[in-house]
């Protein structure tokens, strides 16, 4: 199979923000996991160079054109490598061979009769670079500039986009996936249902130069959209390269909903006036925003992907944002977002997993896979791991990728319930039980393999990695092709190599440390780090992140329906509903007025209807087969809320 996945090409009056970041890790998300699928996969990206907002920049800037574009343009191209961002092709609108391609394409369309000459006068947005209807103004001004239009009367050149209407009306009927998410598709239709005036695609010279001339009148020049859309088949050689036959039918655009009309209506029809087959999808997302507010350089609430990369790193930067938008919906941007998926996510969840799993094998397997037991009845990773891969190629090629990582993430999340079920630590210390520690450690490294090979494609820096803390050679098949996701295709005798930690964990931007402060911290990582190869111990950094209080009760009183729960209001300082599994060994009148400790920063969880703000803690005492409960205490009263050190 093929695919051609392209981005659009971002206008060089700005340079780029996390906008324009996202939707191209999307397009190289979606190109790795086509050839970790086995496909063979071209990926476009590029810039939009000419028309009038590129021309006033310029001349704002006090240079030339090609001097600006060309500053800009590169600006773009540098910053995706250090988002890990690797296309196959750059295209630049200036490009010669574009060029010549607009003109081509112009005078095909012209011969067939699909462009004429006539007057027009309407209503033009400088920031669209087009002209607008009235019903799209709001207020009588442009919705994404906040701008008044102008009304300009001009001789131009048209196309006759109307003439083929209803071909792309039946195309999106016959065809549900050509517009995705449904939500776009449905605008597109609702558009579609009153009659589509005719695109006017061109610009006298006296009113702007900086274009593509129409080949068959030099005193005019194409409009920006007509010369941009054809980006997408200068970038394959269009019309004779092979290239273009090998990759035109499978052609996949990724877009913001910003400019899903001439995406959705210009472009379509363009093509099909030139005789060509439309392309195959077209993949709408919605818009990064910043308290409430559409990121963008006009409103100047801009959050650079450099700046990013530079404070949490590329791959948490790349999962942060596959992770958090829904694809179709917008989202919010917030640095503090991005502290707590890093810090959950990534170093609690999938760093701890990789590091006590391969602290293990290392310590009682001298870093070598072992051979799990084939008689063993342990399949809770493996099935889950099948399931995971179904749900994984599903999401990932439906562009649902928060979808596919929330699912790796159950995975992550139940190999660490594997290893505290399981305990390995009492399993290395009974000679008998050898084979069964050794199904659960080799379990353990194919699952860190499985989540190797699956993540790859939105962190691929991670995953080269791990690939290498867990012996596996760089380009191996066991981490780069899904055909290798079958549970067990890692061979037993692998040799671990030891890293470093994946993902140091962070501060809240809020809490950020003076450099003294720092200099403790750097110690009590160091104390940290000694203990972190006992595994089944927590690092003192982890123990750190729980917050214990002493709390008095003030309240106390049983749950309707439950012989085990009691509710208790408790100050701490604060006054917090606390719901603890008590009722069997106290009644509530009894524990009234007493202090106990709590975990007072636990997320809460609702508990036959009642919400619980905290957990007390208890000592669990076992009697003659059977357990019971007694309250913490400190051992003289203090104020409610004071700090366990
Ligand atoms: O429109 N949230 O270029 P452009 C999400 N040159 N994505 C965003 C975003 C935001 N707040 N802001 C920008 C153009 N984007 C034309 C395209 S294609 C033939 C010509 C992303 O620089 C998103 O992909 O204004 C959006 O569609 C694109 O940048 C617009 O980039």
Redesign the pocket.
Same mark, same amino acid.
């Given at each position: 199979m093929t695919t051609y996945i392209t &981005?659009? #090409? +971002? +206008?060089v009056?700005?340079q780029p @923000? $996390? %906008?324009?970041a *996202? &939707?191209t890790i999307v397009a190289d998300t979606y190109a790795r996991f086509r050839r970790l699928a086995g496909d063979t996969v071209r990926f476009q990206t590029g810039t /939009?160079e000419h028309g009038d907002k590129i021309a006033e920049a310029a001349a704002k800037d006090g240079v030339s054109p090609q001097e600006y574009v060309d500053r800009i343009s590169a600006m773009f191209r540098e910053s995706w490598p250090a988002l890990d961002i690797v296309p196959d092709n750059f295209i630049r609108t200036t490009d010669a061979d574009h060029v010549a391609t607009v003109q081509k394409i112009l005078q095909q369309v012209y011969d067939k009769g699909d462009i004429y000459f006539d007057k027009y006068t309407g209503l033009y947005c400088t920031g669209c670079e087009r002209f607008l209807t009235e019903k799209e103004l709001v207020d009588g001004k442009c919705p994404d500039h906040q701008t008044v239009p102008e009304e300009i009367t001009e001789q131009n050149y048209f196309f006759r986009m109307s003439r083929y209407q209803q071909d792309l009306i039946d195309h999106i009927h016959a065809n549900p996936e050509f517009i995705t998410p449904e939500r776009y598709r449905n605008e597109v239709l609702s558009f579609l249902s009153e009659p589509l005036e005719d695109l006017c695609i061109s610009r006298p010279t006296s009113r702007l130069t900086w274009g593509i001339p129409l080949p068959f009148d030099d005193s005019f020049v194409t409009y920006v !959209?007509f010369d941009? $859309?054809i980006? *997408?088949l200068t970038g394959i050689g269009y019309p004779d390269s092979d290239i273009f036959q090998r990759y035109w039918d499978v052609a996949e655009h990724? #877009?913001?909903? /910003? #400019?899903l009309k001439? @995406?959705a209506i210009y472009w379509p029809t363009m093509i099909l006036s030139m005789g060509l087959p439309l392309y195959k999808k077209l993949h709408v @997302? %919605? *818009? !990064?925003?910043v308290d409430e507010t559409?990121?963008?350089k006009s409103i100047g609430n801009v959050v650079r992907p450099a700046e990013l990369v530079a404070e949490f790193g590329v791959d948490c930067l790349r999962y942060f944002t596959l992770r958090e938008m829904s694809f179709g919906l917008d989202s919010s941007f917030s640095a503090d977002a991005i502290v707590a998926r890093r810090n959950s996510d990534l170093a609690n969840d999938l760093g701890n997993l990789f590091s006590r799993s391969t602290a293990m094998l290392n310590k009682y397997t001298a870093g070598v896979v072992p051979a799990p037991v084939a008689t063993e009845d342990d399949t809770v990773l493996s099935a889950k791991a099948a399931s995971l891969v179904e749900t994984y190629r599903q999401s990932m090629g439906d562009f649902q990728f928060h979808r596919a990582l929330a699912s790796i993430w159950e995975l992550i999340s139940l190999a660490n319930k594997y290893i505290v079920s399981n305990e390995p630590w009492a399993l290395a210390n009974d000679p008998e039980r050898e084979q069964r520690l050794h199904t659960v450690l080799y379990n353990l490294h194919e699952t860190l393999r499985l989540l190797t090979l699956l993540l790859q494609p939105v962190m691929p820096g991670i995953c080269r990695e791990m690939a290498k803390g867990l012996g596996i050679a760089e380009g191996d098949p066991l981490v780069t092709s899904l055909d290798t996701a079958a549970w067990g295709a890692l061979l037993p005798g692998t040799k671990l190599v030891k890293i470093d930690a994946l993902f140091p964990r962070m501060e809240t931007r809020k809490k950020q440390q003076a450099p003294q402060q720092k200099k403790k911290q750097k110690k009590k990582k160091k104390s940290a780090q000694k203990t972190e190869n006992m595994e089944g111990l927590i690092t003192f950094d982890q123990f750190q992140d729980l917050e214990l209080r002493v709390a008095e009760i003030v309240a106390a009183e049983a749950i309707k329906k439950s012989d085990r729960l009691l509710k208790l209001t408790v100050k701490a300082p604060e006054e917090r509903t606390i719901v603890a599994g008590i009722a069997e060994y106290y009644k509530p009148e009894e524990i009234v007025g007493q202090q106990v400790l709590i975990v007072a920063n636990l997320k809460p969880v609702k508990l036959m209807g009642v919400e619980s703000q905290g957990m007390v803690l208890a000592a669990k005492v076992e009697e003659g087969g059977s357990s019971r409960l007694v309250l913490s205490a400190v051992s003289a009263p203090v104020p409610a809320g004071a700090k366990v050190a």
């Open positions: &981005t659009p #090409i +971002y +206008y009056n700005a @923000h $996390l %906008g324009h *996202y &939707t /939009d !959209w941009a $859309l980006n *997408y990724v #877009i913001a909903k /910003d #400019i001439p @995406h @997302h %919605g *818009y !990064w925003n559409k990121m963008s």
